[in-house]
Nanobody, 124 residues
Framework: QVQLVESGGGLVQAGDSLRLSCTAS????????MAWFRQAPGTEREFVAA????????DYVDSVKGRFTISTDNAKNTVYLQMNSLKPADTAVYYC?????????????????WGQGTQVTVSS
């Protein structure tokens, strides 16, 4: 089993930045697709970003393109989500997830493992 632990959430103002971290333990995830999802109150969980650990290919939901960057640090077994120019609409609980490797269509990843979530709140 893979365990995922998120950190880095917090309360910020619109226009500020946050960097979320997700550290994986357990079974190796070196071949996995890593992803971030988010869920705001009263909404369904939505895909945010994904990265292939092997190919470095990435994918993002349209609403965060140009503002968010997903990356990994293999030595630390960690995936990051750098969030810039945050908007109140970005307020949500952010979840780290991992799924099978994909050669294309990373946004369609079927996550097998999930973290507990970290709260991001962006004020006006």
């Amino acid at each position: 089993q893979v365990q995922l632990v998120e950190s880095g959430g917090g309360l910020v103002q619109a226009g500020d930045s946050l960097r979320l971290s997700c550290t994986a333990s357990g079974r190796t995830v070196s071949r996995y697709t890593m992803a971030w999802f988010r869920q705001a109150p009263g909404t369904e969980r939505e895909f945010v970003a994904a990265i292939s650990w092997i190919t470095r290919s990435t994918d993002y939901v349209d609403s965060v393109k140009g503002r968010f960057t997903i990356s990994t640090d293999n030595a630390k077994n960690t995936v990051y989500l750098q969030m810039n120019s945050l908007k109140p609409a970005d307020t949500a609980v952010y979840y780290c997830a991992s799924g099978p490797p994909r050669s294309s269509g990373l946004k369609y990843v079927k996550a097998d493992y999930w973290g507990q979530g970290t709260q991001v709140t962006v004020s006006s």
